[in-house]
């Protein structure tokens, strides 16, 4: 059976860098040795010269508050003051808890254990007369842990500021829309080894992106392949930050906004389940009602399995106007039987030219058995029968690859409207 113990020779490797690896193979050179004073010593060095080496990255990226602890520590040992340096020990981690956020206050805990440890095992003063401090192999071993876990192995971005980094990769134009690059993209970011609020506050920051009003196609697109590679990088928090988050924030959401949920749930892989029962049928509420200026995303709807019986409820009350005025680039089945049964139903001349045009352009896209309905209907009803347009949507009908000329001539003659058989070689002019 494998030991629960972390091997330290495996912790060394988890270090990000070489300098950090240096700094803790020491360490560790002495618990090997059974020096463990001596191992809390270096481990702290380490850690200390770890949360330098990051302040220095991160002041380099921009980072105006580690800019200004580097100035303080930089000016302290250019001045050889001595009570600024101690100072700056004393709570550098602290400042890493609370200004910086690269560590979470329970990892503070642990290092600040690793501190007062180190300062006991290297001060006499530490300690009461005539004692000496003794620490034990797994106090030392757990303190190398700890360092190596909570910073060595760590990226110099956990809080703000990597979350601030991410979120402007994402809004890159750069940023790529294939969830296998975003993956690599990410691969050497903060995301790559962050911690679970950092993975929380991300994935909360990008879902209300994609809800808020001012996205574009290219931006929304963009977004939801970051969620969907942060789902796959980090299941276990990404799963969690949905279950207790997604629900809350689109009920925060104005009912105007609603139309926005419509792009997450198409885009973000899985992301149905997710929703309590409430929203659920807050949504489906939604595109059951669907306004007319948003009619235009019922295609869109219509690929949301979860979806689909509303949006057909939806497109039952669809008016003559709200399909003629929507552009279908495959046009969906439903729809297709929307236009073929709003044809039928025309109850004017009128009617049947002006809804004409919709119903030949979208021709070679029905199936079978809408083309059969729409020449039968053109036989049955008289206000289409008679109309100046009927020809042409005959004529259209031609270029559906689903069906044979001999068969349209064949419902013709069945229809009573055999002389738009002698249009069948006609080249359908507005179509090229």
């Known amino acids: ?54 302040l220095k990255e991160l002041s380099l990226a921009g980072d105006k508050e580690a800019e200004i602890q580097v100035e303080a520590f930089e000016k302290a040992v250019r001045n ?28 503070f805990i642990d290092l600040n254990r690793l501190q007062e440890d180190r300062n006991r095992c290297a001060h006499p003063s530490m300690t009461a007369d005539g004692e000496i401090f003794n620490p034990s192999a797994e106090l030392a071993r757990m ?32 940023f790529p829309t294939d969830i296998d690059k975003a993956i690599v993209a990410f691969d050497n970011s903060p995301l790559k080894k962050a911690r679970k609020s950092l993975i929380r506050n991300f994935t909360i920051v990008l879902i209300k992106k994609i809800l808020s009003k001012s996205n574009d196609y290219k931006e929304i697109t963009r977004t939801a392949t970051a969620l969907n590679a942060i789902k796959v990088i980090h299941a276990e928090e990404f799963d969690e930050t949905l279950r207790d988050k997604l629900s809350s924030i689109v009920r925060n959401i104005e009912a105007d906004d609603l139309k926005n949920v419509i792009p997450l749930i198409s885009r973000v892989n899985d992301i ?70 709003l044809y039928e139903q025309s109850t004017s001349f009128d009617q049947a030219n002006s809804f004409a045009p919709t119903v030949a352009i979208h021709a070679r896209d029905y199936t079978r058995e809408q083309v059969k309905s729409i020449i039968e209907a053109s036989g049955n009803n008289d206000q289409i029968k008679n109309s100046f347009e009927v020809g042409t949507v005959i004529k259209a009908l031609r270029a559906n690859k689903s069906v044979t000329d001999d068969e349209i001539d064949s419902w013709l003659d069945d229809a009573d409207i055999s002389k738009y058989k002698k249009i069948k070689n006609e080249e359908a002019d507005f179509l090229n």
């Open 1 to 54: 059976m494998a030991s629960p113990l972390s091997d330290l020779d495996e912790l060394v490797l988890k270090c990000r860098d070489e300098k950090a690896k240096n700094y803790i193979k020491e360490a560790v050179a002495c618990y090997k040795s059974g020096a463990f004073r001596s191992s809390i010593v270096s481990t702290w060095i380490a850690a200390s010269f770890d949360i330098i080496d990051k």
């Open 80 to 107: 050889g003051d001595i009570t600024n340096s101690l100072r700056f020990e004393r709570d550098i981690l602290a400042i890493c808890r609370d200004k910086l956020e690269l560590i979470s206050p329970v990892e």
């Open 272 to 341: 149905w389940p997710y929703f309590d029962q409430d929203v659920k049928q807050k949504i489906e509420a939604f595109v059951e009602s669907l306004p007319t200026e948003n009619f235009d995303d019922i295609d869109i709807i219509l690929s949301i399995d979860d979806l689909v019986g509303s949006a057909e409820k939806r497109i039952s009350k669809a008016t003559r106007k709200e399909i003629s005025e929507t552009l279908f680039f495959d046009l969906p089945t439903q729809i297709g039987n929307k236009i073929v049964e």
């Open 143 to 174: 303190h190398i842990r700890s360092a190596v876990e909570h910073l060595l192995q760590n990226p110099p971005a956990q809080g703000k500021y990597a979350l601030d980094s991410l979120t402007s990769e994402v809004n890159s134009e750069y």
